[in-house]
């Protein structure tokens, strides 16, 4: 019977798959998605040329787009896309809290170690952009069209740029660093030999 951690892993069986790396790009899709509608909706408020040339784009899909059809559109598919960032954070935020306790159980709660430092920045700006979108979701609620305010927009520039640098940063992890990579096979006990050698030479170092 696999342990819980085992489970959030993904070691089940002969499977080792890691299952973070896919419960990710959803929650990054929406969340990147509405801060960047929110962005243009509130942009598009305060411009009449932006609104104007949003407008004629929008009459590309359909005839009957209007200036306030356009406005409230953009708000409410940002507001929407916030919504369901939001709930498809939850399994990436437990999947990655196991891959984090894996790592540390490896490697110590070392920040110079390099894996460990990344990690950590990576899950910090992931949990502030999501704090963050809630915060636009309740402060949002009950506006007429779910508008965003000054406030709100500076949120989801914060937003967009947290969540795509700690994407950056959770693609190093898997193609830099090799983290969640190698559970099983010839893979693993390459990795794992590797293990071995550096405890072996941490241990010769003291």
Avoid: C
């Amino acid at each position: 019977m696999p342990s819980i951690v085992d489970i959030g892993l993904g070691k089940v069986g002969s499977n080792s798959h890691p299952i973070h790396p896919s419960t990710v790009h959803l929650p990054i899709a929406f969340l990147l998605a509405g801060s960047g509608l929110d962005i243009l909706s509130y942009f598009t408020t305060h411009s009449a040329f932006l609104l104007s040339t949003v407008t004629s784009l929008s009459s590309i899909f359909t005839r009957n787009a209007t200036p306030i059809g356009v406005l409230y559109h953009l708000s409410l598919f940002s507001y929407a896309s916030t919504i369901a960032g939001i709930f498809t954070s939850f399994p990436a935020i437990t999947s990655g809290l196991f891959e984090f306790y894996d790592l540390v159980q490896t490697h110590g709660l070392d920040f110079s170690n390099q894996k460990i430092k990344i990690t950590s920045i990576h899950a910090a700006l992931n949990d502030v952009a999501l704090f963050g979108a809630v915060y636009n979701v309740i402060s949002r609620y009950g506006r007429e069209a779910w508008i965003s305010n000054g406030k709100n927009t500076l949120v989801s520039m914060a937003l967009f740029g947290g969540m795509g640098y700690a994407a950056f940063l959770g693609g190093g992890l898997v193609y830099t660093h090799g983290v969640g990579v190698q559970r099983m096979g010839k893979g693993k006990e390459e990795k794992e030999a590797g293990r071995v050698k550096e405890i072996a030479e941490a241990k010769k170092e003291l």
